[in-house]
């Protein structure tokens, strides 16, 4: 399984954090238009990402609902027919929730940050630490705060949860 640290957090002024992840990167702006589809199941996170700009891939991940750098073990699979997948995993785990969102995705060394703007719920800023395979938890944890820094990310800005999670909880309001 491979590993990344991660951070979500909301952003208050989208132009100005682009700015400065356009000076800090080593490579992008790359635009990516994902459809998330996620489903019910007993532990972690399931989803099929599917994009106009690459191939679908079906995504499980766990990763701890808690604000601040976290640890993320994922595992990501090449779809050739994503909609036949989705049929098949619908009607045996149920559809929990779809996220829509335009990203822009930044690479800075083994870092990916994104800016995605997510329907429903507004705009975040998303960094994931990619670690290698014998790097520590503390090294990638390290990073993020740095880049958070540099960006200008507070504390009070982080969100624990996924989209998905978000998107769920305004449903229920």
Do not use: W
Request: glycine content about 6%.
């Amino acid at each position: 399984m491979k590993r990344n640290i991660e951070i979500k957090a909301r952003i208050h002024n989208f132009q100005k954090v682009l700015r400065i992840i356009k000076n800090l990167s080593d490579s992008g702006p790359t635009f990516l238009e994902q459809v998330d589809t996620f489903f019910h199941c007993r532990k972690g996170r399931l989803k099929l990402r599917e994009s106009k700009n690459s191939q679908a891939e079906l995504i499980s991940y766990l990763r701890p609902n808690s604000a601040g750098p976290k640890l993320s073990g994922y595992i990501r699979v090449k779809v050739e027919n994503p909609n036949l997948l989705k049929e098949a995993l619908h009607s045996t785990l149920g559809i929990k929730g779809v996220v829509s969102k335009r990203r822009i995705l930044f690479m800075l060394g083994q870092t990916r940050i994104h800016l995605d703007e997510v329907d429903g719920i507004g705009e975040f800023l998303e960094i994931e630490v990619v670690l290698n395979k014998n790097q520590k938890i503390s090294d990638g944890e390290k990073i993020a705060y740095e880049i958070m820094n540099k960006l200008g990310v507070s504390k009070s800005d982080l969100i624990d949860g996924s989209y998905i999670d978000l998107i769920e909880c305004n449903r229920h309001e």
